[in-house]
C-alpha cells in the first residue's frame, strides 16, 4: 500500500522507465500524425512538415510496469537528414513508418533502417533491436492500397524484425497498440539479453554489478539494467 | 589547469572560450590596417607571410599562364614593324631625317629657349649619339645641311584678347582694334577687327608674317587704337544721354569741342607695345603685353598674344617626320638615362628638348599635331619602356577636347587611337598586377589614379568603328570576344588579376602533407590570404576606383574570391566532415560510463575505444568554420543587397555533419568529464558562500563551454539553429540525468558511523553538498536554454515558417527542458529518499526502544529526537528551502511506513517487514524483541503516538501542513488507536459505526424516525416509528421494539435504558413513546456521546431477542432547548448491522486478544453479523 503512494515532485513518477523512441520514415506517410494521436488522442488534418525534430514524452503502462516514453518525431525529407540523425544516438526503440498507399515510402524502409542502424550505432544485430515497422493510413481504400498486409509480413520476416503492424493515425486504429507492441518488444529483448548474460557469464549466480561487460550481450544501443 | 580538463585534454575549453579567442583574435587582426606591402623585389623573407611572395614565383606563374609572355613578346613585335611602317611611308631612312635635322640646328630659330642656352654645337653632337651616327657620316651630312638654303620662316601671330583698355569714348568704353607690323617693314600692316563699345576685347585672329633674314634685330610692333569714324557734332550730341560721370562728361564735350573746331575725325591711339623677335622661343609663347603711350605714365591696357613659327612644309609630312624624332630620341633618352620604369614623365635632356623644338618649330607643327605625335610615340614606347602614366594624362587632358570636337582629321584619330590601343593593356596590366606593388606607398596610388583616369578619359571618348580596341592576342585573358567597352574590360582585369592572385596563392602554399588537420590550416591559410588582399584592396585601391571610375574594385574581387573559395572549400569540408569517425561508446571498456543512451539505463562508453581521436583535426575545422563566417561578414558590408546570392553564403551548410558529430562527441567527452569531475569532487563547498562543491563548477563549466561554442558558430539557417539547440538541450539533459546519478553513487557510503555496538547513519554534509550539486545543476538548465537563445530562434522560425510551425518547435524546445528538470528533480527526490532511508533504521530502533520502555513522559524519545534533530539540523543549514521541504516529506512519509509497519505487524502477529532496515543481531535485546512482533499492550502505541505528536510539532514549522501525508494521517490515526485503553477503542468502533450511518444513502433495513432534545439535563426522545423494516420472522414480519441506551457504557452506567412496547407483525410499526432520561450535567455533556438506538424482534421461544437493525445518534445532532418537541424535526434514521470486521477500531479491538472485555465485545457484535443470522435461520 505504501509502496503505491505517489509521493513525488516531478510530472513523472520516477519510478517508470525512461524510453527513447524515434519514428522515421519518408515525409509524407503520417509520423507526426501518429505521435499525436498517441500523445494527445488527436488527428490534425493540416498539411505541415516537420522541421528537423519534434520532441513529446507520455506515460504508457505495458505489462503492468510504467513507462516513460520519450518521443522523437522526426523530418522525413532529405534535406532534414542531417538534422534529425543527431538524434538517433541513445535510441532504445526505432519505429519505421511507410504509408499503405505509397509503394515507395514502404520500399525507402530499408534505407531508413539502413541510415538508423549507421547513425544510432547499434552493433548487436536488427533482431537484438527493438524494430517495429508501421503501416500507416491502414483507413485508405483497399483501391489505394498499394502494400499489402503480406507484403509486410514478409519484409519483415527477410529482415530479422519481429514487430509489426498496421495503423491509421486518422481512425485511431492500432495506434497504442503500436507503441505498446513496441514496448513489450523493448522488454521481452531486455529480458532475453539479461538472462543470456546471465548464462553466459555466470550459470550459478545471478550477481550482476552493474555495467560489467553488459554491453556485448545487451539488445539496444543503449542497453540498461533496472536496478535489483 | 584544472585537473579534470585532463580527462578529456581541455576538450571543451578549446571549443569553447580558447578557440572564442583565438576567432576574436584573429577578427582583430583582421580588422587592423594592414602595413603595406613591400615592394615584391624586397619581399622575399618579410615577417608577414601574405607577403612571402618572390618576384621569381610569381614571374613563374605568370610565364605559366602564359598571358604576359603573350603579351609582351606580341606588343614588341608590333612596334618594330610600326617603325618600318613610318619610314617607309615618310619615305626617307634614318640618315635623311638625321640631315634635315642637322639643317634645323644649324638654323636655329628663335631665341631665348633651351635650344639657344645649350648651343648648336651641344645639339649637334647629341643628336649624332641620337641617331647613332658614326663621325664620318656626321661629317659628311652635316656639310650637306650647311649647304641647303635658309629655311622660308612665318611668325604666326595669334591677337587672342584685351583687357582693362583706357577709355578713349564719352560713354566710358572703346571701339578697340589692333595693328601689328615688323619694325623692319613698318609698311607692311595688319589690322584686326574693330570691336566697338568694350574695354576687354576678344579679338581670337591670325596672322601670318613672313620672316626677315635678320632675325635677331628685328622686332614687332603692336598698336591698340580707338576706332573713331567721322560722326557730327548733332550725333556726338545724342551720347550725351550716354554720359556715365562727370570724367566722361568732360570727355564728350573735349570731343565734342574738336569736332567742332576742326571738323576732322581721326582714330586714337590707345597704347603700343614692343616685342623683339629674339625674345620668342622657337617652340612659340603666349603672352599678355604692356600697352604704353608716350606721353602717359600710366598702363593703357594689356593685350594677349600668342607668337610662334612655322614652316612651310607638308604638315602631314612634318608630324610623321616628328613622331620618328620623338621615338629616336625618346629612346635614347630612355637608354641614356637609365630611368626606372613608369618615372620617365616626359623631360627631354637640354639638348634633345632642343632639337625637338626646333623640328616642331621648323616643320611648322602646331601644338596639337605636336602633342598627339608625342601621344602616339609614347604610348608605342611604353610597352617596352613603361613611362610614367602621368605623362599620358596631361597629354589626354590636352588632346581630348580636340579630338572630340572634331578638329583632329579622321587619319590622326586613328593614330591617337592605335596609340590607345598599345598603352590600354599597360593599364589594364597595371590593374591586374596591383599586388606586386606596395598599396600603402604614395607613387603607387598615384599611379593607380593616374592610370584610371586613363582608363576614364577615354572611355569618355568616342572609339572609332574601325579601331578593334582590345585584340584578341593582346589580351589573352579576356573571356569575351564581343566588342567591350574600357569600363567592362577593367572588370575583367581586375577579375583576372583576383584569379591570377587567387592561382599564386595556392602555388604558394601547397599544404604539407594530406592530413585532414594539414589541409584544412591550409584552407585557412588561403582564406586569410585572399582576405587579406580584400582588405587592402578596401583600405587602399577602392576609394581610387570609386572615385575616378565608379568601379565597385573590392566587390568584384570579392565575387572572384568567394566563388573560388567556395568551390576550393566545399568538398574539402563536406569531405573531412564525413570522414569524421563516429564514436562507438558501446564497447570493450571496463571503466564504462553508464547512461550514454537512454536515460535510466547504462552503455560501457570506454575511453578506449576513442583512443584514435575522433576530432583529430581538432579545432581546426571549426577555425575554417570561423574564418569563412568573417569572410562572409566581409562580403556583406561589400554587397548589402546581394549577399544571398555569393556561394560562400551557404558554407554553414557545408559542416552540418561536422556540427552533428561534434555535438555527439561533445555529449561523450562531457559524460566521460563529469566523470572524472565526481571522481575527483571532494564533496565540500568551493567556498564559503556557497553550498555546492566543484563538480557542480566542473559540470557547469562543461555547459558553459558548450554554449560559447554554440554561440560562436552563431549558426546562420534558423531550421539548423532549432534542431541543434534541441539536440544540445537533449545532450545536457542527460549529462544532468547522468550527473544525477553519479552523484548518488558518489555518496552512497558516506555518512555510516559503525561501532562495537551499532551501525548508524548520519546525515554528512558531503550528502547536502551532493544534493545541492544535483540542483545547482538542475537550475542552470532554464538559464542555459535561454542564454542558447531559444527565443530568438522561435522569433526567426515565426518569421522564415508559419507560426504554427514555430510554435510546434517552441513545444518541443519546452518539451525537452521540462522533461531534462523534471527527470532531475525525479533524481533528486530519489537521492533524498535513499538518504533518509538510511536514516529509517535508526529511527525505528530509537522509536522502538522508546516506547517499550512504558513511561508516560517523553524522555524515553529522547534519542530519537537528538537523533532526528541533529540530522534535519544538518540538511536545514544546507540544503535549500524547497529540498528541505522535499526532504521533511520524505521524513514523514518513511516514518509514517516504519509506524505503519509496527501496527500492522501488531495486528497480524507477524514479523514487521522493518526488519529488513536492521541487522536483528545488531538491536538491544528489547529491540529485538520488537522484531519478534509479540503483542504490544496499548501503552506502547500511547507512546508512539505521543512521540509522533512530539515531532511534528517539533518539526514541522507550519502545522496547517501537518499530515499532508495520506499515510501519515492515517498511521496517526492508528497510533491513537492502538494506544488506547479497550472501553475506549469499543467506543471508538460504534463512533465509526455512527460515520457509517452518516455515508448511508439508501437504506436498505429500513428507517428508525425519531426526534430528540436536551431539556437542561435530561434527554428527551420520541421514538415515532419505523419504516421497512426487515423481516425476522418466517412468516415474513417482524415483532418488533426499540431500546435506548447511551454510550460510552460506563459514562452512563447508572442511566437507564427503556425500551418501547413490541408492535407484533408489523414491518411499519407506529411506536409513539416518548422517554425522558435523566442524566447529570457532566454525562450531557459528553465529548462523543452517543444515542444507541436497537431495533429488536421479540422472540417469544427464544431465550434472546432477535437483532433487527441500530442506528446512532450523536449528542451534538440532539439539540438543547425548552421547546416542545412536537415542534422539532423529525431524524430519519437508517438502519444497520455490522457488515464485517474491517474497520480499524474492530481490528484494534481483535488484536487485543488477551483482553476479556474486548474479547466479549467482539463476540456480541459478531451475532449482529447479518450473515451469521442468516445462517443461522439456513
Redesign the interface.
Known amino acids: 500500500m505504501v509502496e503505491d503512494s505517489d509521493q513525488n515532485y516531478g510530472r513523472n513518477v520516477n519510478k517508470s522507465v525512461l524510453l527513447k523512441i524515434v519514428i522515421l520514415g519518408d515525409g509524407g506517410v503520417g509520423k507526426s500524425c501518429l505521435m499525436s494521436r498517441f500523445i494527445s488522442n488527436h488527428f490534425d488534418d493540416h498539411n505541415f512538415h516537420t522541421i528537423g525534430v519534434e520532441f513529446m514524452n507520455k506515460m504508457i503502462e505495458v505489462g503492468g510496469k510504467q513507462y516513460t516514453l520519450q518521443i522523437w518525431d522526426t523530418a522525413g525529407q532529405e534535406r532534414f537528414k542531417s538534422l534529425r540523425t543527431p538524434f538517433y544516438r541513445g535510441t532504445d526503440i526505432c519505429i519505421l513508418a511507410y504509408a499503405i498507399d505509397d509503394r515507395s515510402s514502404f520500399n525507402n524502409i530499408k534505407t531508413w533502417l539502413n541510415e538508423f542502424l549507421h547513425y544510432a550505432g547499434v552493433k548487436n544485430g536488427i533482431e537484438k533491436f527493438p524494430f517495429i515497422v508501421v503501416g500507416n493510413k491502414s483507413d485508405v481504400s483497399s483501391k489505394d492500397r498499394e502494400v499489402s498486409y503480406e507484403q509486410l509480413k514478409q519484409w519483415c520476416e527477410e529482415n530479422k524484425i519481429a514487430t509489426y503492424l498496421e495503423t491509421s493515425a486518422k481512425t485511431d486504429n492500432n495506434v497504442l497498440e503500436a507503441f505498446s507492441l513496441s514496448v513489450q518488444r523493448w522488454a521481452d529483448l531486455e529480458q532475453k539479453a539479461e538472462k543470456e548474460l546471465r548464462m553466459y557469464h555466470h550459470p550459478d549466480t545471478v550477481t550482476l554489478h552493474g555495467s560489467n561487460n553488459v554491453t556485448g550481450f545487451r539488445a539496444t544501443c543503449c542497453s540498461r539494467f533496472t536496478s535489483l | 589547469m584544472r585537473k579534470v580538463q585532463e580527462v578529456d585534454d581541455s576538450f571543451f575549453e578549446k571549443f569553447g572560450s580558447i578557440l572564442k579567442q583565438a576567432s576574436q583574435k584573429a577578427a582583430l587582426e583582421e580588422s587592423t590596417p594592414l602595413a603595406p606591402l613591400k615592394e615584391v623585389e624586397e619581399q622575399d623573407g618579410e615577417q608577414k607571410a601574405v607577403t612571402d611572395v618572390s618576384e621569381s614565383r610569381s614571374v613563374t606563374r605568370d610565364s605559366d599562364s602564359g598571358n604576359e609572355t603573350l603579351l609582351d613578346t606580341d606588343s614588341e613585335h608590333e612596334d618594330s614593324e610600326k617603325l618600318d611602317y613610318y619610314v617607309e611611308a615618310v619615305g626617307w631612312n634614318v640618315d635623311e631625317l638625321y640631315l634635315e635635322i642637322l639643317y634645323e640646328i644649324l638654323h636655329n630659330v628663335g631665341g631665348c629657349d633651351v635650344g639657344c642656352e645649350v648651343g648648336a654645337q651641344a645639339m649637334l653632337s647629341y643628336v649624332q649619339e641620337a641617331f647613332k651616327i658614326s663621325n664620318e657620316k656626321h661629317m659628311e651630312l652635316l656639310t650637306q645641311a650647311e649647304a641647303k638654303e635658309p629655311p622660308e620662316l612665318m611668325l604666326n601671330v595669334e591677337v587672342i584678347e584685351g583687357k582693362d583698355l583706357v577709355p578713349k569714348d564719352p560713354s566710358g568704353l572703346s571701339d578697340p582694334f589692333v595693328t601689328i607690323y615688323l619694325m623692319s617693314n613698318t609698311s607692311h600692316r595688319y589690322n584686326t577687327s574693330v570691336k566697338s563699345g568694350t574695354l576687354n576685347p576678344v579679338w581670337e585672329e591670325h596672322f601670318s608674317l613672313p620672316m626677315p633674314g635678320s632675325l635677331q634685330e628685328d622686332s614687332l610692333c603692336l598698336e591698340v587704337w580707338d576706332f573713331d569714324p567721322a560722326e557730327t557734332v548733332k550725333e556726338k550730341m545724342t551720347k550725351i544721354f550716354e554720359v556715365k560721370d562727370v570724367k566722361g562728361l568732360r570727355k564728350l564735350m573735349k570731343e565734342i569741342a574738336i569736332t567742332a573746331s576742326t571738323g576732322k575725325h581721326d582714330n586714337e591711339l590707345i597704347g603700343t607695345a614692343n616685342i623683339p623677335l629674339k625674345s620668342i622661343p622657337a617652340g612659340g609663347m603666349v603672352m599678355w603685353l604692356n600697352l604704353s603711350k608716350k606721353s602717359k605714365l600710366r598702363r593703357q591696357g594689356v593685350v594677349k598674344v600668342r607668337f610662334n613659327f612655322s614652316s612651310e612644309k607638308n604638315s602631314q609630312v612634318a608630324a610623321q617626320e616628328h613622331r620618328h624624332l620623338l621615338r629616336i630620341l625618346l629612346l635614347h633618352e630612355l637608354e641614356s638615362s637609365k630611368v626606372a620604369p613608369y618615372w620617365w614623365c616626359g623631360n627631354f635632356s637640354a639638348a634633345a628638348e632642343g632639337v625637338l623644338t626646333q623640328h616642331a618649330a621648323q616643320s611648322g607643327l602646331t601644338p596639337l599635331e605636336d602633342r598627339l605625335s608625342q601621344w602616339v610615340v609614347f604610348c608605342s614606347v611604353t610597352p617596352d619602356h613603361p613611362l610614367s602614366f602621368a605623362l599620358f594624362t596631361s597629354l589626354l587632358d590636352k588632346l581630348a577636347k580636340p579630338l572630340q570636337s572634331g578638329l583632329v582629321n579622321e587619319e590622326d584619330r586613328k593614330l591617337f587611337w592605335d596609340g590607345a590601343k598599345k598603352l590600354l593593356p599597360t593599364c589594364y596590366s597595371h590593374v591586374r598586377k596591383l599586388r606586386k606593388k606596395t598599396a600603402g606607398d604614395k607613387t603607387v596610388m598615384k599611379t593607380l589614379r593616374e592610370v584610371l583616369r586613363i582608363l576614364h578619359k577615354l572611355s569618355v571618348m568616342d572609339v572609332p568603328e574601325s579601331i578593334d580596341l582590345f585584340p584578341t592576342n593582346l589580351y589573352g585573358w579576356l573571356r569575351n570576344d564581343e566588342k567591350l567597352t574600357i569600363h567592362e574590360v577593367l572588370n575583367q582585369a581586375a577579375i583576372q588579376g583576383a584569379s591570377d592572385w587567387f592561382v599564386h596563392i595556392l602555388d604558394n602554399n601547397e599544404c604539407k602533407d594530406k592530413t585532414e588537420e594539414s589541409r584544412l590550416q591550409h584552407l585557412i591559410r588561403v582564406i586569410q590570404l585572399v582576405r587579406s588582399d580584400l582588405q587592402r584592396a578596401v583600405e587602399y585601391f577602392d576609394r581610387v576606383f570609386v572615385e575616378v571610375m565608379s568601379f565597385p574594385y573590392s566587390k568584384v574581387l570579392y565575387g572572384v574570391y568567394e566563388d573560388k573559395i567556395a568551390s576550393l572549400v566545399e568538398p574539402e569540408v563536406i569531405q573531412v566532415c564525413k570522414s569524421m569517425k563516429?564514436?562507438?561508446?558501446?564497447?570493450?571498456s571496463?571503466n564504462?560510463v553508464?547512461?550514454?543512451?537512454?536515460?535510466?539505463?547504462?552503455?560501457?562508453l570506454g575511453a578506449t575505444e576513442v583512443g584514435s581521436e575522433p576530432l583529430a583535426m581538432g579545432t581546426t575545422l571549426f577555425e575554417l568554420y570561423l574564418a569563412l563566417q568573417r569572410f562572409l561578414t566581409l562580403g556583406q558590408g561589400l554587397n548589402e543587397t546581394e549577399w544571398q546570392n555569393y556561394s560562400i553564403s551557404k558554407f554553414h551548410s557545408w559542416f552540418?555533419?561536422g556540427v552533428?558529430q561534434w555535438?555527439?562527441i561533445a555529449?561523450y567527452k562531457a559524460l566521460t568529464r563529469i566523470e572524472k569531475a565526481i571522481e575527483l569532487d571532494n564533496l565540500a563547498p568551493v567556498d564559503a558562500n556557497v553550498k555546492y562543491s566543484s563538480s557542480g563548477v566542473d559540470t557547469l563549466a562543461i555547459f558553459y563551454q558548450i554554449k560559447i561554442f554554440w554561440q560562436q558558430l552563431s549558426w546562420p539557417d534558423v531550421?539548423?539553429c532549432?534542431?541543434?539547440v534541441?539536440?544540445i538541450i537533449?545532450d545536457i539533459c542527460?549529462c544532468c540525468v547522468f550527473f544525477a546519478e553519479r552523484m548518488s553513487g558518489r555518496v552512497e557510503g558516506a555518512g555510516s558511523v559503525t561501532s562495537v555496538y551499532e551501525e548508524r547513519f548520519e546525515v554528512t554534509t558531503e550528502w547536502c553538498v551532493a544534493i545541492n550539486n544535483i540542483d545547482y545543476v538542475r537550475q542552470s538548465l532554464t538559464p542555459f536554454v535561454a542564454e542558447l537563445g531559444m527565443d530568438d530562434i522561435i522569433n526567426r522560425?515565426c518569421e522564415a515558417?508559419?507560426p504554427?510551425?514555430a510554435q510546434?518547435?517552441k513545444?518541443?524546445l519546452q518539451?525537452?527542458l521540462?522533461?531534462a528538470?523534471?527527470?532531475v528533480?525525479?533524481?533528486i527526490?530519489?537521492l533524498l529518499e535513499i538518504m533518509i532511508k538510511k536514516m529509517m533504521p535508526s529511527i525505528t530502533r530509537f522509536l522502538v526502544e522508546g516506547a517499550e520502555l512504558l513511561h508516560q513522559d517523553c524522555s524515553s524519545m529522547d534519542r530519537v529526537m537528538r537523533y532526528l534533530e541533529d540530522n534535519l539540523d544538518t540538511l536545514y543549514h544546507h540544503l535549500n528551502n524547497e529540498n528541505f521541504s522535499?526532504t521533511l516529506?520524505?521524513v514523514w512519509?518513511q516514518l509514517?511506513?516504519v509506524l505503519?509497519e509496527l501496527i500492522q505487524a501488531n495486528l497480524e502477529h507477524r514479523r514487521a517487514k522493518i526488519g529488513r532496515y536492521i541487522d536483528p543481531r545488531r538491536l538491544t535485546k528489547s529491540a529485538a524483541a520488537v522484531v519478534d512482533a509479540k503483542r504490544r499492550p496499548p501503552a506502547f502505541f500511547h507512546n508512539l503516538h505521543e512521540c509522533l505528536k512530539i515531532m511534528v510539532r517539533s518539526f514541522r514549522q507550519d502545522n496547517k501542513e501537518t499530515f499532508t501525508?495520506?499515510?501519515l494521517k492515517r498511521v496517526e490515526y492508528l497510533l491513537k488507536l492502538h494506544g488506547m485503553e479497550t472501553r475506549e477503542l469499543i467506543h471508538q468502533y460504534h463512533l465509526e459505526r455512527w460515520q457509517e450511518q452518516q455515508a448511508v444513502t439508501e437504506p436498505k433495513m429500513g428507517l428508525l424516525t425519531v426526534r430528540a432534545q436536551f431539556v437542561e439535563d435530561n434527554l428527551k426522545i420520541e421514538i415515532m416509528n419505523a419504516r421497512n423494516l426487515m423481516p425476522t420472522d418466517s412468516n415474513g414480519l417482524c415483532d418488533s421494539y426499540v431500546r435506548v441506551g447511551l454510550l460510552p457504557e460506563d459514562t452512563f452506567a447508572n442511566v437507564e435504558k427503556p425500551k418501547t412496547q413490541t408492535h407484533s407483525k408489523n414491518l411499519f410499526p407506529l411506536y409513539d413513546e416518548m422517554f425522558l432520561i435523566q442524566l447529570s450535567s457532566s454525562q450531557v455533556n459528553t465529548t462523543n456521546g452517543l444515542i444507541h438506538l436497537v431495533v429488536k424482534d421479540k422472540d417469544m421461544f427464544s431465550v434472546s431477542n432477535t437483532f433487527v437493525g441500530e442506528a446512532y445518534l450523536h449528542f451534538s445532532e440532539v439539540v438543547h432547548t425548552n421547546a416542545p418537541i412536537s415542534s422539532l424535526p423529525q431524524q430519519h434514521l437508517p438502519l444497520s448491522r455490522p457488515a464485517n470486521i474491517d474497520g480499524d477500531a474492530i481490528k484494534a479491538l481483535e488484536s487485543r486478544q488477551g483482553d476479556k472485555q474486548a474479547r466479549e465485545f467482539l463476540k456480541k457484535q459478531r451475532q449482529k453479523m447479518p450473515s451469521k443470522q442468516f445462517f443461522s435461520l439456513g
Open positions: 563516429r564514436l562507438r561508446y558501446s564497447e570493450g571496463t564504462s553508464f547512461l550514454a543512451g537512454g536515460l535510466n539505463g547504462e552503455t560501457g552540418y555533419g552533428a555535438l555527439d555529449a531550421e539548423g532549432y534542431a541543434f534541441a539536440k537533449d542527460r522560425m515558417r508559419t504554427l510551425e510546434r518547435c513545444e518541443t518539451n525537452v521540462a522533461n528538470i523534471d527527470t528533480k525525479n533524481k527526490a530519489e522535499r516529506d520524505i512519509e509514517g511506513e505503519y501525508s495520506e499515510t
